[in-house]
């Protein structure tokens, strides 16, 4: 069975700290990893997608990386409008097209 | 990426009765999937709906309790029936579309937040 786990579940930054956000994950194989972004009242928001280990992607002040066992996402000075859930799922390569969420790490970012 | 819009965006209902949520896209696709969202955890998928074949089921979740219709490549509807407070939930509809990478993301609607009095 494909899990997921994401630490911390809260993180509070003052604006400009970096951080990094942490996913840990279980598949039998991995056909990608996908970040999402997730305000209240809202549906997640599409970030990135790794697909195997080593690879990284950036976007503006966000960059996911991606190893055999777990995916980090590295916020750089981040801003009060970062703030927000940001969710790790796993897609397995054995077909299944749906999504293996973990819980979410809920940043809060003060100015 | 796929443009996706869900009907109603919220409602409160009374226990026992029914609600129909509808899910358009703005292009074809092939598979759509449902999730719920229970207060304050992560998503958990429902089923996943094809066109042209019944609706895959998660465990737990069963047809009577959520039928789902997909008449054609842009539409699907998840009914919530015979509903109690514990249905209370946001409920999500996704696609797969393509960013130009090595596969498909997955793409989610804006939700429909339900609460079940």
């Known amino acids: 069975e494909d899990q997921v786990t994401q630490s911390p579940e809260a993180l509070r930054l003052q604006e400009g700290e970096s951080s990094s956000l942490n996913c840990s994950y279980t598949?039998?194989?991995?056909?990608?990893l996908f970040w999402y972004r997730q305000d209240p009242g809202k549906g997640p928001e599409f970030l990135f997608t790794?697909?195997?280990a080593g690879e990284e992607k950036e976007k503006e002040r966000l960059k996911a990386t991606l190893t055999k066992k777990e995916s980090f996402l590295h916020i750089t000075a981040p801003k009060p409008e970062d703030s927000a859930t940001y969710l790790c799922?796993?897609?397995?390569?054995?077909?299944?097209?749906?999504?293996?969420f973990g819980s979410g790490t809920r940043l809060q970012v003060q100015p | 990426s796929a443009v996706i819009s869900q009907k109603p965006s919220r409602d409160i209902c009374q226990r026992g009765t029914s609600l129909t949520i509808q899910c358009q896209v703005d292009?074809?696709?092939?598979?759509m999937f449902w999730y719920r969202q229970q207060p304050g955890q992560s998503l958990t998928l429902i089923a996943t709906?094809?066109?042209?074949?019944?609706?895959?089921?998660e465990s737990g979740f069963v047809i009577d309790k959520f039928p789902i219709s997909r008449p054609n490549l842009t539409f699907s509807t998840l009914t919530v029936s015979n509903m109690s407070p514990e249905d209370s939930s946001i409920y999500l509809c996704?696609?797969?579309?393509?960013?130009?990478?090595?596969?498909?993301?997955?793409?989610f609607g804006p939700g429909t937040r339900l609460t079940v009095l």
């Open positions: 996704s696609v797969e579309g393509s960013t130009g990478g090595r596969y498909n993301e997955q793409f």
């Open positions: 598949v039998s194989g991995l056909r990608g």
């Open positions: 790794l697909y195997s």
């Open positions: 799922a796993v897609q397995p390569d054995t077909g299944r097209r749906a999504l293996t």
């Open positions: 292009s074809q696709v092939t598979m």
């Open positions: 709906a094809n066109q042209g074949s019944e609706a895959t089921y």
